[in-house]
């Protein structure tokens, strides 16, 4: 599996997302996706299903250390013992402690300084190997690294054709971060993209396939699709099988221009500007 070198951590380039995977489906695609060859699972409290993902990592057989877990806590739990009580929770909730830690959004409440501090501690007291944050614009992580005494190895951002990171994805490469694309497929979207499926046909792959490729094929990029289909699960494991020609890359770059955003509430930052 292709992984991210990121400040000490390697994180598989191709990961499992688990947003609405509840109950015995949660359970059921962690243990199908880790048995299929996926060594990178993501969660988060608020999606609801920590213990079904702690479940489904020890029914899969595959060795814990072999297993790049990421949780993350919602910034209604960002005051410092609030943090720490909701981390040691995540650790209790999963059965074992995550390899990565994010902070999911910022919070416009609670100060950033707060909250990193909170996140540093819960990485000494053992509730996480790494930390990182999510959402997270140039400013924000500018600010997040500054007030870390230990480096942050993630921005879990979304990313996908449709919208451009070309100003963000520099700056993590400059501070040695790696970028995680949520909602890499645009949530099925690029299924009917005429330009993808072009690409798609010419190497025998369907869109999702090449958009998944085309995330992870740039420098430090990784992707965590999503899907509740074992069939599924497996077609986009094909990903680390096929390259995309230079040319290629390119024409799915230029799909960028429409900046079509799905993860955007009213508790979002001021996003940055597409360079
Ligand atoms: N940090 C954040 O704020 C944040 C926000 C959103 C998401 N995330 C994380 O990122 C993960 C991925 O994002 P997402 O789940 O929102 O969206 P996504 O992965 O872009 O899209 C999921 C959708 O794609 C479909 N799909 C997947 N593979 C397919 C295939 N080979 N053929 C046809 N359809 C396919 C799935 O349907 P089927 O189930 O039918 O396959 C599902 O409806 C989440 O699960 C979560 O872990 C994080």
Redesign the pocket.
């Known amino acids: 599996m292709t992984t991210i070198k990121a400040n000490g951590a390697n994180i598989p380039a191709l990961g499992?997302?688990?947003?609405?995977?509840t109950g015995t489906l949660g359970t059921d695609m962690v243990a199908t996706a880790l048995n299929l060859g996926y060594r990178h699972i993501?969660?988060?409290r608020m999606?609801g299903n920590e213990v079904e993902v702690g479940r489904g990592i020890a029914t899969s057989g595959v060795p814990r250390d072999q297993v790049f877990l990421t949780t993350?806590i919602w910034p209604d739990e960002f005051g410092h013992d609030d943090f720490l009580r909701s981390a040691e929770q995540s650790t209790k909730n999963l059965g074992t402690a995550p390899d990565l830690l994010?902070l999911?959004?910022p919070s416009k409440s609670i100060p950033l300084d707060e909250t990193m501090a909170a996140l540093v501690e819960a990485q000494k007291r053992g509730f996480t190997r790494f930390i990182g944050v999510?959402?997270f614009t140039i400013p924000l992580l500018r600010m997040a690294t500054e007030l870390s005494p230990i480096p942050l190895v993630a921005n879990?951002?979304?990313y996908?054709p449709y919208l451009s990171q070309d100003a963000l994805l520099p700056f993590h490469r400059k501070l040695g971060i790696a970028t995680v694309?949520?909602?890499?497929?645009?949530?099925?979207k690029v299924?009917d993209d005429p330009v993808i499926k072009e690409i798609a046909d010419a190497h025998g792959m369907?869109p999702?396939?090449v958009t998944l490729r085309w995330l992870i094929q740039q420098e430090d990029v990784g992707a965590?699709?999503?899907?509740?289909?074992e069939?599924?699960?497996k077609?986009?494991l094909k990903v680390l099988d096929f390259e995309l020609t230079s040319e290629e890359m390119e024409k799915i770059s230029t799909l960028r221009r429409t900046n079509y955003r799905?993860?955007d509430f009213d508790f979002s930052p001021v996003w940055d500007a597409a360079a």
């Open positions: 499992f997302g688990t947003y609405q995977l993501d969660t988060a999606y993350k994010l999911h959004w999510s959402n879990q951002v979304e996908h694309a949520h909602c890499p497929s645009a949530r099925g299924m369907n999702i396939q965590i699709p999503r899907t509740s289909s069939k599924n699960a077609s986009n799905i993860c």
